[in-house]
């Protein structure tokens, strides 16, 4: 611990800068693919069991430490896996780089560095629950939903996520995905039938269409349905004609999964194509949270301390905010330092002026949260 930390007075096992960059470094140093988080799990909970009351990997594989015994139960919900993709972790001036920096180990150490740092008093009014949850990069989401289960339900959520240090992320858009295949006889060339590839270029026009009509009048990009061919592919045996087709919807909170789900299915009534099935899967519902809570005025004062100017942002991905909003309605944010424009990316990178801000800004929003 550097002799210049000032929680050490009072918190004995407070990290310091260095310790939270130490910290950081290790755990993007341990590779944690979605399904692969068992060593990156065991590192942070043997980290928060320094000073956390108790710290254990759960039944899921989440990384889980809780403190405090207070009547305001506060949650951390952050996520430890990553995408694939090698990123050699590095350090250059006041940057460091890796998978998994700022997509989104950054968040989770940032609240475990700023829990780290929180007096003991606090504790009689406080009651904070950190999960670095596993799967969140997978269509599974396996530890956001096992948290679902076996937590009580909080107060007030935070969700690790990159942000930017003095930024709040209040929203994520929704998300379907829709598979379609269709086959019919085959014909010659000279006929004038249509073929199972032309088929299914005319289905995706007709759902394109209906998201243009249906984003007619949304102001910006988070209240569009935003909807893209992410695959198409057509073959024939000799005697028969296939085509298949994915087709991605980002949705807004107007536009739910099931509600899209419907209207697609009307779309194609009449479409005059045969032998198509449709498959819908990923329904996460859309999610905006409201500007002014408890739990973003405390992060607005906090970011202010710091020398910062409160940006509020809605996103047009999907986060763990989705899975567990339908459930937990509470005050909610996504807080985390880092660019997103970086995440998945072969140069993934956080400056570390912008981590050790987080923290203290994290640091103090819950202390102001916690005092009575």
Known sequence: MSDTD??????????????????????????????QEQNVAEYLVGEMGRFADE???????????RL????????????????????????EDDTLFGRGVVDAKGAFCTAVAAASRLEPSLFDHLTLTLIGAVEEESPTSKGARHALQAYPKPDMLVIGEPSGWDALTLGYKGRLVLKLSLQKDNFHSAG?????????????QRISSWAERASV????????????LQEIHSESDGLTQHASATIGFRLPPDYPPDSVEAAVREQLTDLPVTG??????????????????????AFRVAIRQQG????????????????????????MLAYGPGDSSFDHRPDEQLPLADYRRAIAVLHAALSRLAHP
Do not use: C, Y
């Open 308 to 331: 910062g100017t409160p940006r509020f942002k809605l996103k047009t991905g999907t986060a763990d905010m989705n899975v567990v909003a339908p459930f937990w309605d509470v005050p």
């Open 217 to 228: 009048d949304a102001t910006g990009i988070f209240d569009r349905v935003q909807v893209a």
């Open 68 to 91: 405090g015994s207070g009547d305001l139960k506060v949650t951390f919900l952050g996520h430890i896996d990553t995408v694939p993709g090698v990123v050699p972790v590095r350090r």
């Open 192 to 204: 004038d039938d249509t073929t199972a590839a032309e088929d299914m270029v005319a289905v995706w």
């Open 55 to 65: 710290a254990f990997v759960d039944g899921a594989g989440n990384a889980v430490a």
């Open 6 to 35: 000032t929680n050490e007075a009072t918190v004995p096992h407070a990290f310091s800068d260095d310790d939270a960059i130490d910290l950081l470094k290790n755990a993007v140093s341990i590779p944690s693919l979605s399904g």
């Open 276 to 297: 198509l099935s449709l498959t819908f899967s990923g329904h996460e519902q859309p999610h905006k949270a409201p500007k002014d809570t408890a739990l973003s005025r």
